[in-house]
């Protein structure tokens, strides 16, 4: 449990950081970091997806509040032709894609210290 929530923590401070500085496409490197504390693959990808996902949700839940994301919403939902009752797909859509890009990436950092412990990058 404990380094599910050290892993969790690095998660959560290494995407916030990676979403501040715009390379939103590096989420798989913050869960991959902390997948690489918990040193499991399951909870590897839970650390990650939750933590990715998290962050994702906050920035999106802060950018409805200070910019008018309903009306961005409806637009996009227009364009594609989902209509004004459909509008809320893109932020699931958004939400599923943080989900996977963290929990592939905590699964990679999980890999990465199990190989690591093994010895096998060791000559």
């Known amino acids: 449990m404990k380094s599910f929530l050290i892993g969790l923590g690095a998660v959560l401070v290494a995407a916030f950081a990676f979403e501040l500085a715009g390379v939103w496409w590096a989420m798989p490197i913050a869960g991959a970091i902390g997948g690489y504390w918990t040193k499991k693959g399951g909870q590897g990808f839970l650390v990650g997806a939750l933590g990715v996902t998290i962050v994702w949700g906050l ?32 932020v699931a859509l958004a939400l599923m894609i943080a989900f996977l890009l963290g929990g592939l990436g905590g699964v990679t950092g999980a890999l990465i210290s199990q190989i690591e412990a093994r010895g096998i990058f060791r000559h």
Do not use: N
Not at 67 to 78: D, H, I, N, T
């Open 59 to 90: 920035f999106l839940a802060a950018f409805a509040v200070i910019s008018p994301l309903g009306a961005l919403l409806r637009l996009f939902a227009g364009v594609v032709e989902l209509g004004d009752s459909l509008a809320f797909v893109p």
